[in-house]
């Protein structure tokens, strides 16, 4: 089974706690500095929304230079590999890739010797649509912090802990408690003299 982070959007309060965690950890590490979640606000709730690691993936697979592959129980992507084709985000069914841009260090456009201010969009547009001269474009998505022992940054500092892992285990213990729920309530209508409401 793929393992993927789920929040509660019953505990979330859209604080942005796991999204400053998630910038900060993975440039920590080198890893591009954009949050690899979205926080989802509607009329009701909020909460952050990120990769499911689809057993199927469609990003996988629409990869020209098989930047993407599946590791460990998740889709990861291979920030060196990606040549920011953008065709992931489009493929991903759940949105949860965003293609983001970097300029390399110090690095500026040089035009005949001589550094000319970059040229910008006239309004923001979707990130699948933006483009910046000089850029570098990288897919971006929940890699599950691969390169911490201790797992997903984003639960550890969720203070209401609406954040959670979903893998085997999780799966299992939720069976185990729906199971004792049923059986109970099993007993419960078998048992003389015994009114469910």
């Known amino acids: 089974m793929n393992r993927f982070v789920i929040a509660d ?36 709730v909020t909460m952050p929304v990120q990769c499911r690691n ?8 629409v990869c020209p230079v098989t930047a993407i592959t599946f590791q460990d129980h998740a889709v990861q992507i291979n920030e060196s590999l990606c040549i920011g084709c953008k065709m992931c985000s489009l493929a991903c069914p759940f949105g949860a890739i965003t ?5 390399p260090e110090g690095a500026g456009p040089v035009y005949g010797g001589l550094a000319q201010p970059m040229p910008s969009e006239a309004e923001p547009v979707h990130p699948i649509l933006a ?6 474009t990288v897919a ?16 550890r500092v969720c203070p209401t802990e609406a954040l959670r892992l979903i893998d085997d285990a999780a799966i299992n213990q939720s069976a185990m408690e729906k199971r004792a729920r049923y059986s109970g309530m099993l007993a419960a209508v078998h048992s003389p003299g015994v009114q469910i409401d």
Request: proline share 8%.
């Open 140 to 155: 971006v998505k929940c890699d599950m912090c691969h390169f911490r022992p201790e797992g997903p940054e984003c639960i």
């Open 131 to 136: 483009w910046t001269s000089g850029q570098r």
């Open 54 to 61: 689809c057993d199927d993936a469609p990003c996988e697979k």
């Open 9 to 44: 959007p019953d505990k979330c309060t859209g604080c942005y706690t796991c999204v400053a965690a998630c910038v900060n950890v993975h440039e920590q590490v080198g890893l591009v500095a954009h949050p690899r979640l979205t926080v989802i606000h509607t009329a009701k």
């Open 99 to 103: 293609p983001f841009g970097t300029l």
